[in-house]
């Protein structure tokens, strides 16, 4: 007789969805020790400069720096946390792929584990606006967004940045 062979799951472990919702009143990710990386190539230096009235080039020696590891990044500002949040993010409808797409990011969604790690950090993690498996797999794709319901409390710094 033959051997069954164990089925081993293509599901993965948020199958079933997850929520989140981002705070009023709290802009932790934006002010957390990190980087924001930019797709240079989706033009995204670019909209932030025009965001802030600036040259690419003036935005760019302003605010951004540049390794072979990260590509173009964003650094912490003078006062720590993201450069362009002040009182709110001053280009919010223009924000990196990495801010429209936090928390739904590949290495806090690799376990269980690591999503309610973050959660101790973003208080938004875990409740509030139900997102379907395939909600998360178009922002995972960067073809969709969490959805952010405020603008002054809104999104995110890089994972890498402690607590
Ligand atoms: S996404 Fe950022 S601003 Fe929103 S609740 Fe989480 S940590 Fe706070
Ligand atoms: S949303 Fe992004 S670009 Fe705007 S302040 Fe926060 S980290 Fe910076």
Redesign the pocket.
Known sequence: MKKVKPRLSQEPWYATGLR????PD?????L?EGIVELREGEGEDRRLAEALGLSLKAFRGKFTDKDDMNGRFMEDGPHGGCPLWRDGCRVYDVRPSQCRS??FWPEILKSRRSWEKEGR?????GTGRWYSRSEIAAILAGEGE?T?ERKE????RVVGGEE
Do not use: L
């Not at 709290?26 to 934006?30: A, E, I, T």
């Open positions: 989140f919702s981002c705070q709290c802009h932790k990710c934006c957390r936090y928390p950090f973003c208080p938004g993690i969490a952010a409390g809104v999104k995110r």
